[in-house]
C-alpha cells in the first residue's frame, strides 16, 4: 500500500527565513503527490501536486515542492516564511482504491509555527 | 462557483442517538471522500465514492458507520448509537474522478460532531 511520512510533528521558522517541511512517500508505480494546507479555523486547501515532469513544482502563495525520486522524497518549500502561512500542513499520495479508481491518502500533517 | 458544502456545520448530540451528516460536491465531480479529523491531528479516511461504483469502505471504524450518496452527487454520512469517540470535525470532499485521476481534492467546511 501507498503511504506518506511527515517526519516533524512540528517545525518552527522565524519570519523571512526559508521554510522546508518535509515528506517521504512509498508507492509502486510512479507517484502522485500533493500538499494541502489547514489554517486555522479554515478548510482543507491544495497547494500543489507533482504528476510529471520537472521536479520542482510551484504553487499557491509562493509554496514550491522539489520531488526526489532517489530520496523517495517530496519536501515542501518556501524562500521567505510569513507569519501567515502558519498552519497545518498535510503531504499526500494517490493510492488505488478497492474496486477500481484512486484515493489520496494523507500523511500525519506538520504544524508550522511562523515567529514575528 | 460554488464549493463543498456541509450540513450542518456544528451538531452537538447525546451519545447513543443517531446522527446524519450531509454533503454537496462541487457539480460535475464524480468523486467524493469522508474524512474525520481529530482535534488538531491528521485525516481519518473513512469512505470513497467514485462514480457509479461499489464504495471503497475500507476506512470505516465499525459497523455503525454507514455512508451513501444518491444520484451521484449529495452523500450523506450516517452514524448510529453515537460514541464519544466519535466526536471529531467530518469533512467532505470532491474531485474529479475518472481512472487514472490525478485531481486535487477540494474540501468542504467540515461538520463539527460533539458526542455528550
Known amino acids: 500500500a501507498q503511504s506518506v511520512a511527515q517526519p516533524e510533528d512540528q517545525v518552527n521558522v522565524a519570519e523571512g527565513n526559508p521554510l522546508t517541511v518535509k515528506c517521504t512517500y512509498s508507492?509502486?508505480?510512479?507517484?502522485?503527490l500533493f500538499w494541502y494546507v489547514q489554517y486555522p479555523n479554515r478548510g482543507l486547501q491544495f497547494l500543489l501536486k507533482?504528476?510529471?515532469?520537472?521536479?520542482l513544482v510551484k504553487g499557491s502563495y509562493g509554496f514550491e515542492a522539489e520531488f526526489n525520486k532517489s530520496q523517495t522524497s517530496f519536501h515542501l518549500k518556501k524562500p521567505s516564511a510569513l507569519v501567515s502561512d502558519s498552519a497545518l500542513y498535510f503531504c499526500?499520495?494517490?493510492?488505488?482504491?478497492?474496486?477500481?479508481?484512486?484515493?489520496?491518502?494523507f500523511g500525519a500533517g506538520t504544524r508550522l509555527f511562523v515567529k514575528a | 462557483g460554488a464549493g463543498v458544502s456541509q450540513s450542518p456545520s456544528n451538531k452537538v448530540t447525546e451519545k447513543g442517538k443517531d446522527v446524519e451528516l450531509r454533503c454537496d460536491p462541487i457539480?460535475?465531480?464524480?468523486?467524493l471522500y469522508w474524512y474525520r479529523q481529530s482535534l488538531g491531528q491528521g485525516l481519518e479516511f473513512l469512505i470513497y465514492?467514485?462514480?457509479?461504483?461499489?464504495?471503497?469502505k475500507s476506512g470505516l471504524p465499525s459497523d455503525r458507520f454507514s455512508a451513501e450518496r444518491t444520484g451521484g452527487s449529495v452523500s450523506t454520512l450516517t452514524i448510529q448509537r453515537t460514541q464519544q469517540e466519535d466526536s471529531a470535525v467530518y469533512l467532505c470532499?470532491?474531485?474529479?474522478?475518472?481512472?487514472?485521476?490525478?485531481?486535487?481534492?477540494?474540501f468542504g467546511p467540515g461538520t463539527r460532531l460533539t458526542v455528550t
Open positions: 470532499a470532491s474531485s474529479f474522478g475518472l481512472a487514472g485521476e490525478s485531481y486535487e481534492q477540494y
Open positions: 499526500a499520495v494517490r493510492e488505488t482504491a478497492r474496486a477500481g479508481g484512486f484515493k489520496t491518502i
Open positions: 457539480s460535475g465531480h464524480t468523486a
Open positions: 465514492f467514485q462514480g457509479n461504483s461499489a464504495p471503497d
Open positions: 508507492v509502486s508505480g510512479n507517484p502522485y
Open positions: 507533482y504528476i510529471t515532469g520537472d521536479n
